[in-house]
């Protein structure tokens, strides 16, 4: 399989959503958890609010069968209170192309590698860590060039003072 041709366009979800508990608002209090989803258009839940925080993570460069890359993220934190971000991962949801399909055989998202829980200022930005792509030696043909959607979750809590 020809290694240039593969492509990771981590369509990693560049705006997140936060879900809160019904009862929760942007002055929630301290240590209310929340739940950071990487759908691309409004996040629905059975008594749940929807609260924005942007998310992306930067495509790594030269992914091919056998190898992993890791993919840098981001965070951004819109509210006036800092965010302690509990848990982050990542997910492969889709492919660009309809015979690559979106499974462990041809892509895997590994675990978060940094430090948690991670602060977040308000209205502030955070470089985070990475999560670790790796695709097996044994990745389809199909997959040449394809682009790979991960979703990005976790969750947050409004940060103690």
Not at 47 to 61: L, S
Not at 71 to 85: E, I
Not at 99 to 127: E, F, I
Request: glycine share 10%; charged share 20%.
């Amino acid at each position: 399989m020809d290694r240039s041709k593969f492509a990771v366009g981590t369509a990693a979800m560049l705006t997140a959503l936060l879900l809160a508990a019904a009862s929760g608002t942007p002055s929630a209090s301290a240590g209310e958890t929340m739940t950071i989803t990487g759908t691309r258009d409004k996040a629905h839940g059975y008594n749940q609010q929807t609260f924005g925080i942007a998310m992306g993570g930067k495509a790594p460069k030269g992914l091919y069968p056998g190898v992993v890359r890791e993919m840098k993220l981001t965070l951004r934190n819109p509210y006036d209170f800092a965010l302690s971000v509990k848990s982050l991962e990542g997910k492969v949801v889709s492919t660009s192309k309809r015979k690559c399909k979106p499974t462990a055989s041809n892509l895997v998202a590994g675990d978060y590698s940094g430090k948690l829980p991670l602060v977040v200022p308000p209205r502030g930005k955070v470089d985070a860590k990475t999560i670790p792509l790796f695709m097996p030696p044994n990745a389809s043909a199909a997959c040449q060039g394809a682009v790979f959607t991960i979703e990005l979750t976790g969750t947050a809590t409004k940060a103690r003072r």
